[in-house]
């Protein structure tokens, strides 16, 4: 069974970078994955696709302080320069007959 | 600007039915596939449907199937969810999004409440 796998916290300083992961489960690390950001109050919006070999491609808009990786199983959305907007919600999400969600990491911007 | 505006939330008791609407703009809707996604109140992102663009392929997550109904008009650049013997854990705000696989786009959302 597909399963996506994320940390349900993490926080980091204003200005400093963040590194969000993303496990696919066993048998399914050639998965692409998508990230969602989440601000409160409001609508998810895509952030990016990741492929197994790293590449990635970002929706209309996205900063460049917004980047995905990967390694193996993992998939990552590292945030460089934070800003106290980015504090929120990121999902990660892929398919399989189905969209399937990780639970979800909720971003503190210290 | 792609705009994605759902609409028909509301209060509705255990047992009830309720159709939410997708209204679309900005872009071709024809050509994109579609799905339903909703979220309970403090709980992540869940899955209910998806409808290719010709309606010919259509999904539903497991808790929802035999219950919710998922349709388009593409001449009307609409997407529907028909939801049947609604249950209090269906309470949630439903989000209509873009694509099929990956959603690129997500409208506000809109607020299902079930409850006697």
């Known amino acids: 069974q597909l399963v996506l796998t994320q940390s349900p916290s993490a926080s980091a300083s204003l200005g400093a970078s963040v590194k969000l992961t993303c496990t696919l489960s066993?048998?399914?690390?050639?998965?692409?994955i998508a990230w969602h950001q989440q601000q409160p109050e409001k609508g998810p919006r895509y952030l990016m696709k990741?492929?197994?070999?790293?590449?990635?491609t970002k929706g209309d808009g996205i900063p460049d302080r917004f980047s995905g990786s990967s390694s193996g199983a993992e998939r990552y959305l590292t945030i460089s320069s934070l800003q106290s907007e980015d504090e929120a919600d990121y999902y990660c999400?892929?398919?399989?007959?189905?969209?399937?969600f990780g639970g979800g990491t909720k971003l503190t911007v210290l | 600007e792609v705009h994605l505006m759902e609409s028909g939330g509301g209060l509705v008791q255990p047992g009830g039915s309720l159709r939410l609407s997708c209204t679309a703009s900005?872009?071709?809707?024809?050509?994109?596939?579609m799905n339903w996604v909703r979220q309970a109140p403090g709980k992540g992102l869940e899955w209910v449907s998806y409808?290719?663009?010709?309606?010919?392929?259509?999904y539903y997550a497991d808790s929802v199937k035999g219950r919710f109904s998922i349709s388009r008009d593409n001449a009307k650049n609409s997407l529907y969810l028909q939801m049947n013997s609604l249950r209090a854990e269906d309470t949630a705000v439903y989000y209509c999004?873009?694509?099929?696989?990956?959603?690129?786009?997500w409208g506000q959302g809109t607020l299902v409440t079930v409850s006697s």
């Open positions: 066993s048998g399914h690390s050639s998965y692409v």
């Open positions: 409808i290719y663009t010709s309606s010919s392929t259509i």
């Open positions: 999004a873009r694509s099929g696989y990956y959603p690129e786009y």
């Open positions: 990741v492929n197994s070999d790293g590449s990635h």
């Open positions: 900005g872009f071709t809707f024809s050509i994109y596939s």
């Open positions: 999400q892929t398919w399989d007959t189905g969209i399937i």
